[in-house]
């Protein structure tokens, strides 16, 4: 039996409405569609019908239609080929703001039979807004001078509407030598913006500058957005308010209730009067579209909350806070205010101090307990349990005794000299997520104990001292350094061991130092309990020691070198004549031949015993000289007929101190007249206590001669010089037993060029001296010798031996003989 056409027709639809609920079923029962916004009137979002499962005309037949939700969609039906299409402008930041994705969720209604369907159609983001800048122009009023290179300026970012990478933007600044931008991230949608200066500025050169920055988003084209910056150069108010920190990290629950205190920023300023006095302000705050969210007390720097907090909304707040002083220009300092918003857990730690053990000695072991503390938390669960550590790690340290109890205890050695006091931080922290923390700080002072001995500042002390110095007066003054505080540090002092030995002079033998010197027991001053006396003391070494006043003391050494500086306090000196009396004399000048030799010393040392001599009578052109620093007195020139028989002459030696002293000896020389005058008185002092001396006599005249009787006189001379040298070599070789023999007579010996015949033994200081002795010198001396063998005493004149004055008569010839020639 067949089935009619309409029947047929209606199992058709029947079916195909069927398929598209099945369809519609599986596919979640919503339809997507994606456009992006800004998109034209009429662009085809998508195929509705046709996704629905509408044949042609079907979609107007059944009347498929939008369904208004309160606001308007922007996207209608189209009602002869069922496509979704735009209807008004679509505005993806005016639909859903910075929310992503942004979704538009409709209802379509399709009549005979009425069912409903959800659309969702999701408006994308084109990168149509540019970033924007809270204002045109900012200004910004930076002193000369006194802002130094490297301060920092913050400033406002640039907001994009846009989201994603739209929405990413960076920073450019116009070409400055002046300043330069320093762009940090705190995270991907967040930067803080710096105006660096980088190099000084001055008024006098550029009052103003003008820069601008630009903000470029990441969309593309990329769009931009400037500021122009303007920066005033001023001058005076050298000092600007300094914050305590230049960041401030605070943290706040998010369920924290309006009027809460954010934190408390403080500042200083150095300046006096009213450029001291300053006032706080919010001048940026990231993000933007929160600042109502904060206030600030412009007097005392609390920031307190205005509006509610959100950790789904904005986890991290960065606040610039200002102060700027009241001067003309006025001056601003800037700091950072970090506020993290915590997620619940709004209990922190809390750390008590149930017992304290101060000051702690510095010679305590280690393992010493310093404080007992309690540790709490009201939170239960992992944010009730708390973990504990100190700052800083050493030289304490926390020992956990049982729950919520803990021991400070000591780890390391202490010492007091080094570190006095302890500040040390007890930190909480819990277990929440976020932690909350919280801290006690203890102030651990250090007892001293006597472990220092006093060391003096040198091992060894060099001191000079000058002699005949005032009793009581202060030679030096010591000093010794012991670390360690009060009695421990109290430092005496103590001559402890030395001394010397005292001069030949004073016969008597060693003194302790202790005799020379004192020392001050508190002030370590050095005096002298005498005169010192460089003759009986050139050097005193002794030892200083410095004691503290600790239990048990102890004590430190130096050694002190007392040299005694020689004064002239001595005048010379005269010596007795030596055990041999004068030498022989050269008689072969008629000046400069050494009559005596006078000897002084002076018991003072260096410069001040240098001595000189002076012939201070007679002054003038007299016959005499001294040596200056020899002391021989010698001829200055030939004796006359008119120097007198008798010369005294006084002699003054000096020493070179300052000032100089001096002694004074009296020398009395007898002149006689001619060689045989001067046998005569040798022959008639024999045995006397002092000799005289004399020369020869005077050569012959001026008479003239010829050559014959000079060829006559030369072999007659060497005649006799050659019976002389017989003579003269038979004595040599005679024998010679009584050489040692007590001293003889007086005897007259001649003294000339060609040598001198005889010793003395015997001291004289009484001279005689022949007038007009040319170049010869006569002088007493007392032979200890007698005559050659083989000559009697006829073979001297006056006890002296013929063959001496032969000689003498022999050099008197041959000198004749070359003058005339």
């Not at 067949?2 to 596919?27: D, S, Y």
């Not at 040392?605 to 016959?623: D, Q």
Request: hydrophobic share 45%; with cysteine; aromatic share 6%.
């Amino acid at each position: 039996m067949g089935v009619c056409g309409p029947t047929r027709l209606r199992w058709g639809h029947v079916v195909r409405v069927l398929v598209l609920q099945a369809a519609w079923a599986l596919g979640g029962g919503q339809v997507r569609y994606s456009v992006p916004e800004e998109a034209k009137g009429g662009t085809v979002v998508g195929r509705l019908a046709q996704d629905l499962g509408l044949e042609a005309g079907e979609a107007e037949a059944r009347r498929l239609r939008l369904v208004a939700q309160g606001r308007r969609a922007s996207v209608e039906v189209s009602g002869a080929s069922g496509a979704l299409v735009v209807s008004s402008r679509l505005d993806r930041e005016e639909l859903c703001g910075k929310s992503a994705p942004c979704a538009l969720r409709l209802e379509v209604l399709l009549e005979r039979p009425l069912r409903v369907f959800h659309v969702e159609v999701e408006v994308t983001d084109i990168n149509d807004n540019a970033p924007l800048f809270p204002a045109a122009t900012k200004n910004l009023s930076i002193a000369e001078l006194i802002t130094m290179p490297g301060s920092r300026f913050p400033l406002e970012g640039a907001s994009d509407a846009d989201i994603g990478a739209n929405a990413q933007l960076s920073y450019t600044l116009s070409p400055s030598e002046h300043f330069a931008l320093d762009v940090k991230s705190s995270d991907e949608n967040m930067k803080s913006l710096f105006l660096v200066l980088t190099k000084g500025l001055d008024r006098e050169s550029l009052a103003e500058h003008r820069l601008v920055l630009t903000a470029i988003d990441g969309g593309r084209p990329a769009l931009t957005g400037t500021v122009e910056l303007l920066v005033s150069v001023l001058d005076a108010n050298d000092n600007a308010p300094q914050f305590n920190q230049s960041v401030y990290k605070v943290r706040l629950p998010e369920n924290a209730t309006e009027g809460t205190l954010v934190t408390q920023v403080g500042a200083t300023d150095l300046d006096e009067g009213i450029n001291h006095e300053f006032s706080f302000s919010i001048v940026s705050l990231v993000p933007a579209t929160k600042r109502d969210v904060f206030s600030i007390d412009a007097q005392t720097g609390e920031i307190r909350l205005r509006g509610p907090l959100d950790f789904e909304e904005v986890r991290l707040y960065e606040l610039q806070i200002a102060a700027r002083d009241m001067g003309v220009p006025p001056l601003s300092g800037h700091c950072s205010v970090m506020l993290e918003v915590l997620d619940v857990n709004d209990n922190a730690p809390e750390v008590w101090v149930t017992s304290l053990s101060v000051p702690v000695p510095e010679d305590a072991s280690v393992g010493t307990v310093v404080a007992l503390l309690s540790v709490s938390d009201r939170d239960s669960g992992a944010n009730g349990r708390v973990r504990c550590a100190v700052w800083p790690p050493a030289p304490f340290g926390l020992v956990a005794t049982f729950a919520g109890s803990y021991s400070l205890v000591l780890r390391e050695a202490l010492d007091r000299e080094r570190v006095s006091e302890y500040e040390v931080e007890v930190r909480a922290e819990d277990g929440g997520a976020p932690p909350l923390r919280a801290s006690r700080g203890l102030r651990v002072p250090v007892s001293d104990v006597n472990d220092n001995a006093p060391a003096f500042a040198q091992a060894v002390y060099t001191v000079l001292a000058r002699e005949n110095n005032a009793a009581g007066a202060e030679l030096a003054r010591l000093w010794a350094r012991d670390p360690d505080e009060a009695g421990n540090g109290r430092v005496s002092y103590s001559v402890a061991e030395g001394g010397a030995g005292s001069g030949a002079g004073s016969g008597s033998g060693w003194r302790p130092a202790s005799s020379y010197v004192s020392v001050d027991a508190e002030s370590g001053r050095l005096w002298a309990l005498r005169p010192l006396d460089y003759e009986e003391l050139q050097v005193l070494q002794f030892e200083v020691r410095a004691v503290d006043a600790g239990e048990p003391p102890l004590c430190g050494n130096a050694t002190v070198q007392l040299f005694v500086v020689d004064e002239n306090d001595n005048a010379p000196a005269l010596l007795p004549p030596a055990g041999g009396g004068p030498g022989p004399w050269a008689a072969g000048e008629a000046s400069a031949s050494v009559v005596a030799k006078i000897r002084a010393v002076d018991a003072d040392s260096g410069y001040n015993a240098w001595l000189r001599y002076e012939l201070w009578e007679p002054r003038g052109k007299g016959p005499f000289r001294v040596g200056l620093y020899s002391g021989e007195v010698s001829t200055a020139r030939a004796l006359e007929e008119a120097d007198g028989p008798r010369q005294r002459l006084l002699i003054v030696v000096r020493d070179h101190g300052e000032p100089s002293r001096s002694a004074t000896a009296t020398l009395s020389v007898s002149l006689v007249e001619g060689a045989e005058a001067a046998l005569s008185a040798a022959a008639a002092a024999a045995g006397a206590s002092s000799s005289g001396a004399g020369v020869r006599p005077e050569e012959g005249g001026a008479a003239a001669a010829t050559n014959v009787w000079l060829v006559v006189a030369i072999c007659a001379v060497s005649s006799l010089f050659l019976l002389a040298v017989v003579l003269y070599g038979a004595s040599r070789w005679a024998p010679r037993a009584a050489v040692l023999a007590g001293p003889g007579p007086a005897t007259l010996v001649c003294a000339s060029e060609v040598g001198s015949w005889s010793y003395s033994q015997r001291q004289s200081r009484s001279l005689c001296v022949a007038d007009g002795a040319g170049k010869s010198d006569l002088m007493v001396f007392s032979p200890n010798c007698p005559p050659p063998p083989g000559l009697g005493p006829s073979s001297c004149v006056a006890g002296v031996p013929e063959y001496l004055l032969m000689n003498v008569f022999l050099v008197f010839l041959v000198k004749m003989w070359l003058w005339k020639g």
